[in-house]
């Protein structure tokens, strides 16, 4: 496979952080959640005797699309549910699957009632199912696993809108693998369908890009930056401004004949202003043009931080600056605009391939 191009693998990054791409495991305290996921990923999953193997949540590759999200057992006393309610509301996971091996509990149904009120879609999975016994000692799993769901109907029937059932599973015999994992592939499957629709979606790639020109201000008006502007290193702003949106030279030469250059900018916007010589802006006028410029250019909310930029080079005696601040500003966009086709052009490429 070709290596991708810098510049697409942060944009995927930017999709994926406003997609779904993880299925949280969750569930009862030493309900072999990560023995789980040991079988449906094929990883060494950190597995242990002991209750509350896992205090952090960890991630797991699940296929190339998406991952499966080791959580601690709920109702423990190392992990608080005030704790596991805070890591639930911080990752931006839409499913869950909620993993029994025992009697639903009140911390259960406790969980369960604040997933649900936060839109989560949950799927109940019962492990350990060479386990069922009852009273008597009797293994007739059939009957076991329907009063099993019986339990769970009756219990969740005021959180719950529709009837719910376990996925019955073993990771000891391998019962329901397969069962959890057709379920699993289908939800990343509809999940990565509507990745894919933002990340060709124009809309993200604008958004995305808009986000790099805002970043890009502090990059650019560093405490350095009235010395380079003095000693016209303009080159180094060009290198800035291009790693920053990871572009290469090779992307420039492909898609333009002349090589973009901030000094041409400069004089181009020079010369524009010295036709408009008779204009008779004041020193503050000029000074509150550049701000405004340079504030809207780089899609600034507050103007602080650009007056302190531009007055620091104004107040170096260069009341000339204008045409210096046009020219970055442009050069900017020229470098943004190079990597909307670089991004376009992957784009594209997934459209002939798929
Ligand atoms: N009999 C049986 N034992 C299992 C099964 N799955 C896991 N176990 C065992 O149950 C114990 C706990 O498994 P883990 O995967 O660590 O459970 P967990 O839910 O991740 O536990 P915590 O992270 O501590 O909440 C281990 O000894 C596993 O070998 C199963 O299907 N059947
Ligand atoms: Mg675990």
Redesign the pocket.
């Given at each position: 496979m070709m290596k991708k191009h810098p510049l697409i693998r942060a944009y995927e990054t930017f999709v994926q952080n406003r997609s779904c791409n993880k299925i949280g495991?969750i569930?009862?305290?030493?309900?072999?959640?990560?023995?789980?996921?040991?079988h449906l990923c094929n990883v060494n999953?950190?597995?242990?005797?002991?209750?509350?193997?896992?205090?952090a949540t960890t991630e797991y590759r699940y296929n190339a699309y998406g991952y499966l999200i080791?959580?601690?057992?709920?109702g423990?006393e190392e992990v608080t549910v005030q704790k596991y309610k805070k890591i639930i509301q911080n990752e931006p996971i839409r499913h869950y699957l909620y993993?029994f091996?025992s009697k639903i509990k009140a911390v259960d149904i406790e969980m369960i009632k604040f997933l649900t009120k936060h839109n989560k879609h949950i799927t109940f999975v019962y492990?350990?199912?060479?386990?069922l016994v009852d009273v008597n000692g009797n293994e007739d799993r059939l009957l076991l696993m329907r009063d099993k769901n019986t339990e769970l109907q009756v219990t969740l029937k005021h959180y719950v809108k529709t009837p719910v059932s376990y996925i019955f599973?073993?990771?000891?015999?391998g019962?329901g693998i397969e069962t959890l994992t057709t379920l699993i592939n289908d939800l990343l499957l509809v999940e990565e369908k509507a990745y894919r629709q933002k990340y060709n979606d124009p809309a993200y790639v604008n958004s995305y890009l808009n986000y790099k020109v805002n970043s890009a201000f502090p990059k650019l008006f560093t405490p350095s930056f009235k010395n380079i502007v003095l000693k016209q290193h303009y080159k180094v702003i060009e290198r800035t401004v291009m790693t920053h949106f990871k572009i290469q030279e090779d992307d420039i030469m492909e898609r333009r004949k002349e090589w973009l250059d901030i000094e041409t900018f400069i004089k181009e916007f020079e010369a524009l202003k010295a036709k408009e010589k008779s204009s008779g802006l004041t020193h503050l006028m000029e000074f509150t043009k550049i701000v405004q410029l340079i504030k809207s250019s780089f899609k600034m909310k507050s103007i602080n931080p650009v007056t302190m930029a531009v007055s620091s080079i104004v107040e170096m005696g260069l009341t000339n600056t204008f045409p210096i601040f046009q020219a970055i500003a442009k050069y900017v966009d020229e470098i943004k605009e190079i990597a909307r086709e670089v991004i376009e052009d992957d784009q594209k490429q997934y459209m002939n391939t798929h």
């Open positions: 495991i569930g009862q305290p030493d309900a072999g959640k990560s023995a789980l996921i040991n999953a950190y597995t242990s005797v002991q209750t509350d193997a896992t205090l080791d959580f601690p057992g709920v423990t993993v091996s492990n350990k199912t060479d386990t599973t073993s990771t000891l015999d019962t």
